[in-house]
């Protein structure tokens, strides 16, 4: 089980990153840049209290390469829906087939060559 709270842990942070990135286009669109900038800080805070332990708790049983590879797998799944149930923006064939091709770089990364 204990391979699994790193992937646990960078979901989450993975949340909070992709609010941070991107609430603000919904939301704050008419607010001045430097509340957009404060609030985005604000929720950055949250991920990195999430993403931290999970980079530490994940560098015992992968490398960093790995973890790095993980966490942007992982942000990818995260930004999908963010995109699709949060911003209602639709998910293009292209954009599936990119996403796919850096699943691609997950399999090699991992891959005990």
């Keep these: 089980m204990q391979a699994w709270w790193p992937v646990v842990l960078l ?3 993975n949340v909070f990153m992709t609010f941070a990135w991107y609430g603000h286009l919904k939301n704050l669109r008419s607010a001045p840049l430097y509340v957009a900038i404060l609030v985005s800080w604000g929720i950055a805070f ?5 993403q931290v332990p999970a980079n530490r ?3 015992a049983r992968f ?3 790995q973890l790095k590879t993980m966490q942007e797998a992982i ?3 995260v ?3 963010f995109s699709i149930f949060y911003l209602k923006e639709p998910m293009r064939w292209n954009y599936l087939v ?3 091709l850096m699943f691609v770089a997950v ?3 991992f891959k005990k060559w």
């Design 11 to 13: 979901t989450i942070s």
């Design 46 to 50: 949250f991920e990195y209290c999430f």
């Design 57 to 59: 708790l994940g560098s």
């Design 63 to 65: 490398e960093t390469a």
């Design 75 to 77: 942000t990818l799944i």
């Design 79 to 81: 930004f999908c829906a």
């Design 98 to 100: 990119g996403f796919g």
């Design 107 to 109: 399999f090699v990364v």
